[in-house]
């Protein structure tokens, strides 16, 4: 009879220690998916962050896009077009290592009224780009721009790349007004020569 009692208590207290300790296995595996669905999460939002940052600057235009932008354009009722003039710098210039400087691309891109009305204030120029056949100059960082009276604001850029002489070039513009962005193009302005 003791031994009975012997044998149930310790089954007794086998059955309340087994009962007592937590399911370790169970609650591991339910973990687990949870964790790799966060780092797949993780993952996710890393390559997502990167996509964001790998995008071009804001307001780089593609290229096929912009060339179909308008040559004129109104603005608070002032319409508005481009007029260019683009050349080689070719003045017999010495340098300052004695050799003669290459030839240098040099524009003044204009930005004015078409109907002698001022233009309307708060225009901002923030990029041009040029392009010849298969070569682009764009010039987005510290842009020389001057007003020429209250009809015209003009980008002068200077020291730009050697593109032949009487060819053809495409001038487009990005401008802000009022919080929004436009682009305006003037196709096939004559490259000339100064010597």
Known sequence: ?????????????????ACSEP?????????????????????????????????????????TEIWQSPTELTLSGVPVNLRSDIWLNSMPVIGDDGTQPADKLHASVKLQSTDMQPLPAGIEITQVLLEQEDKQWLVKDNLEVRA????????????????????????????????????????????????
Request: charged content about 25%; proline content about 6%; overall charge negative.
């Open 1 to 17: 009879m003791m031994k009975l009692r012997k044998m149930t208590w310790v089954a007794a207290c086998l059955l309340l220690a």
């Open 23 to 63: 399911e370790k296995p169970a609650s591991t595996e339910a973990e687990a998916p949870v964790v790799e669905a966060e780092a797949q999460e993780t993952q996710s939002q890393t390559e997502t962050d990167t996509a964001e940052v790998a995008e071009p600057e804001a307001s780089v235009p593609l290229v």
């Open 148 to 195: 020429e009276g209250e009809l015209t604001l003009e980008v002068v850029m200077r020291a730009g790349p050697e593109w032949d002489p009487g060819s053809l070039v495409d001038v487009a513009i990005i401008f802000t007004f009022n919080g929004e962005e436009f682009k305006l193009v003037q196709h096939d302005v004559a490259l000339s020569q100064v010597f």
